[in-house]
Every structure is written in structure tokens, then in C-alpha cells.
């Protein structure tokens, strides 16, 4: 049985940073047609069963409910709390189903609510949020056709790489980030506006790309750190560096200061001291009081994340997508 699931966040691309920068408003109605065309490629290479689940605004499955699929359509029901715990339980919901395939409509902060329940499948992230470094931006109908091919079994391993994470500890326990651990000054838990750049104090990136939006590109226009490179990078922030405009939310620069950047391997713990706020891939969700510590440390035990492009062309040169031409007879 070839499974494929769709999880959507519904807030995604919507919140106040939309006042504060020029990022994007993503609307219900293009999110429900992003999840029809993931729907038909995957029907298109042959995936059985598609599961979405029921959020507030029905995105997923209006967007499956009359479509022409040959796919049996499944829409998860539970009890919703409006909030990030939502991701959280429609993917374990997926992963009870048997779902080890998943397309993902988010943006950094969606996919790490994914990968703080579990990391076993192998995903699509397609950006529908607001500082989008992990999920990728390509067109969902291709993402869905290549998700497909995984979830029949058909794509080989070497096409699916597991991303990295940050393993995160503070007084008061674990999480994970995907991007980005911050350290902010003079902040508080909770806040959804953009960062002040004269906030920052100490960041540890686990992808440095200067092609990036949000603090990845802090790193990226000094020393690059990319997806497969075994490694992140260390940002100590302060005078005395490195003086440059950097793109902190779209559209929106601001100066920033740092004073040196360095390459940290895989589990090698980095330790964040308060006080201040420690953000996850943009979410001030950890308040560090004087003295107190929190420390992170870089794995690549993430998700596999399919190559979508890669999936299509070995499938081509597979004869997967189209039968040989017939032999001339002459």
C-alpha cells in the first residue's frame, strides 16, 4: 500500500510579519491549490491512499473533496488547540496511519513542529511561510509526483538525505530547531515581530546560506554552510567583526555587527547563557534567566529529505515516467 500524507499548516504565511516586513500574504484559497496539485501528481505516478487532516479552515480537504482521484482520500479528525501542537498531532496521526511519505505546506517553524514529534518519513517541505530556508520552493505538482514515487517504494535511498537538526536543552527541557538557535537580549517569549538586530548576541546556524531570508544569510555572506556539509556555523555577534545589511525578514534589511563566526562539527555541545531568550527557527519560545544555560548540538538525524529534482530525472533515465518507444519493425 503506497501512502502519502499532506500537512498543512493554516497559519503559515500570515502572521504580523506581514505589517513589519514585505513578506508574502499566503491565502487560504492558494494553499488549497497547492495541496490539489501535490494531490494529482501523486495520484499521477500511482500512490493508493492520500491522508490530509481537518484544521479550522478545511484547506486540505476542500481542496481533495472533488477532485477526480483515483487515490482513496482520508481526512484525520482530532480535537484542534489552535496552535502549533495541531502539526504535532496531525503528524503523528499520519505516522499511526502508516504515512512514512509527507509533503509539507510551511515554513521553517511548520517543519519543526513536524520533526519535534518524530523523524521517521521522508518529506517534501514546499514553502508556504515567512523566513522559509528549510522548505524548498518548486512546483507542487512535481513535488508531489516525486513524493509518490517515494512513497511506492521506488525512488532509491541515495536520492533521500536525512537533514540536520538542532538538538536543544535548556532548565527546563528539550527541543529541537532546524535553521537557526538565537540568542536575543532585552526580548520575550512569545514576541512574533521580526528580530532587532541589536538584539542579537550568539547564534548557531546549521545552514549558512547568503541566498536565505531571517539570520541564515548572517553567516552566509562570511562563511558559507550549507545543507550537505557536515557542519554549522557559530556566530558571535558584537563590534569589533564585521559590519554589513542583512535580510532579516523579506524586504527588510537592517545592520547587523559580528564580531566572528566558526565551524562546528556534528555533536559538539554549544552552550547558550542567559539572560535572554533562546529562538528556534524564529520562535522566542525559551526564556534564560541570569546564569542559566541551555546548550545545543548539531545531529543529522532529521527527516530524509527527497531531492526532487534528482527523484525526476533518475526516474526518466529509469523508464519509470514513460514506456520505450516500440521497435521499428523494418
Same mark, same amino acid.
Given at each position: 500500500?503506497?501512502?502519502?500524507?499532506?500537512?498543512?499548516?493554516?497559519?503559515s504565511?500570515?502572521?504580523?510579519?506581514?505589517? /513589519?516586513?514585505?513578506?508574502?500574504?499566503?491565502?487560504?484559497?492558494?494553499?488549497r =491549490?497547492?495541496?490539489?496539485?501535490?494531490?494529482?501528481?501523486? @495520484? /499521477?505516478?500511482?500512490? %493508493?491512499d492520500?491522508?490530509?487532516?481537518?484544521?479550522?479552515?478545511?484547506?486540505?480537504?476542500?481542496?481533495?473533496?472533488?477532485?477526480?482521484?483515483?487515490?482513496r482520500?482520508? &481526512?484525520? %479528525?482530532?480535537?484542534?488547540? #489552535?496552535?502549533? #501542537?495541531?502539526?504535532?498531532?496531525?503528524?503523528?496521526?499520519?505516522?499511526?496511519?502508516?504515512?512514512?511519505?509527507? &509533503?509539507?505546506?510551511?515554513? @521553517?517553524? *511548520?517543519?519543526r513542529?513536524?520533526?519535534?514529534t518524530?523523524?521517521?518519513? !521522508?518529506?517534501?517541505?514546499?514553502?508556504?511561510? *515567512?523566513?522559509?530556508?528549510?522548505?524548498?520552493?518548486?512546483?507542487?505538482?512535481?513535488?508531489?509526483?516525486?513524493?509518490?514515487?517515494?512513497?511506492?517504494?521506488?525512488l532509491? !535511498?541515495?536520492?533521500?538525505?536525512?537533514?540536520?537538526?538542532?538538538? &536543544?536543552?535548556?532548565?527546563?527541557?528539550t @527541543?529541537?530547531?532546524?535553521? !537557526?538557535?538565537?540568542?536575543?537580549?532585552?526580548?520575550? &517569549?512569545?514576541?512574533?515581530?521580526?528580530?532587532?538586530?541589536?538584539?542579537?548576541?550568539?547564534?548557531f546556524?546549521?545552514?549558512?546560506?547568503? !541566498?536565505?531570508?531571517?539570520?541564515?544569510?548572517?553567516?552566509?555572506?562570511i =562563511?558559507?554552510?550549507f545543507?550537505?556539509?557536515d557542519?554549522?556555523?557559530?556566530v558571535?555577534?558584537?563590534?569589533?567583526?564585521? *559590519?554589513?545589511?542583512?535580510?532579516l525578514?523579506p524586504?527588510l534589511?537592517?545592520?547587523?555587527?559580528?564580531?566572528?563566526?566558526?565551524?562546528?562539527?556534528?555533536g559538539?555541545?554549544?552552550?547558550?547563557?542567559?539572560?535572554?531568550?533562546?529562538?528556534?527557527?524564529?520562535?522566542?519560545?525559551?526564556?534564560?534567566?541570569?546564569?542559566?544555560?541551555?546548550?545545543v %548540538?548539531?545531529?543529522? @538525524?532529521?527527516?530524509?529529505?527527497?531531492?526532487?529534482?534528482?527523484?525526476?530525472?533518475?526516474?526518466?533515465a529509469?523508464?519509470?515516467?514513460?514506456?520505450?518507444?516500440?521497435?521499428?519493425?523494418?
Amino acid at each position: 500500500m503506497s501512502k502519502l500524507a499532506i500537512c498543512v499548516n493554516p497559519m503559515s504565511g500570515r502572521d504580523v510579519r506581514r505589517l /513589519a516586513a514585505r513578506a508574502t500574504n499566503m491565502t487560504h484559497e492558494a494553499k488549497r =491549490d497547492i495541496v490539489a496539485r501535490i494531490a494529482a501528481g501523486a @495520484d /499521477a505516478v500511482g500512490v %493508493e491512499d492520500i491522508y490530509v487532516s481537518r484544521e479550522p479552515f478545511r484547506i486540505a480537504a476542500a481542496a481533495l473533496e472533488q477532485m477526480p482521484l483515483r487515490a482513496r482520500v482520508h &481526512v484525520l %479528525e482530532f480535537p484542534l488547540a #489552535s496552535d502549533a #501542537s495541531d502539526t504535532e498531532t496531525a503528524m503523528r496521526k499520519f505516522l499511526d496511519a502508516g504515512c512514512t511519505t509527507v &509533503v509539507s505546506l510551511g515554513g @521553517d517553524g *511548520t517543519n519543526r513542529a513536524m520533526v519535534r514529534t518524530s523523524s521517521r518519513y !521522508d518529506l517534501v517541505p514546499l514553502s508556504t511561510g *515567512t523566513n522559509n530556508v528549510f522548505p524548498v520552493l518548486t512546483e507542487p505538482t512535481i513535488a508531489g509526483m516525486a513524493a509518490g514515487l517515494r512513497a511506492r517504494g521506488l525512488l532509491p !535511498d541515495h536520492l533521500v538525505r536525512p537533514c540536520k537538526v538542532l538538538h &536543544v536543552r535548556t532548565p527546563s527541557g528539550t @527541543d529541537v530547531g532546524l535553521i !537557526d538557535a538565537v540568542l536575543l537580549e532585552r526580548d520575550h &517569549v512569545g514576541n512574533l515581530l521580526p528580530f532587532d538586530a541589536s538584539r542579537l548576541r550568539r547564534m548557531f546556524l546549521s545552514r549558512a546560506e547568503p !541566498d536565505a531570508i531571517g539570520m541564515s544569510p548572517i553567516g552566509g555572506m562570511i =562563511d558559507m554552510v550549507f545543507q550537505e556539509d557536515d557542519e554549522g556555523l557559530l556566530v558571535e555577534m558584537g563590534a569589533g567583526g564585521y *559590519t554589513f545589511e542583512a535580510p532579516l525578514s523579506p524586504g527588510l534589511f537592517k545592520q547587523v555587527s559580528v564580531r566572528s563566526v566558526s565551524r562546528v562539527g556534528f555533536g559538539v555541545t554549544v552552550p547558550f547563557t542567559g539572560p535572554g531568550v533562546l529562538a528556534l527557527d524564529g520562535d522566542r519560545d525559551h526564556k534564560l534567566r541570569s546564569g542559566e544555560r541551555a546548550t545545543v %548540538e548539531l545531529r543529522r @538525524d532529521g527527516p530524509g529529505i527527497i531531492d526532487v529534482h534528482g527523484a525526476m530525472r533518475w526516474a526518466v533515465a529509469e523508464g519509470i515516467m514513460a514506456p520505450p518507444l516500440p521497435r521499428d519493425s523494418a
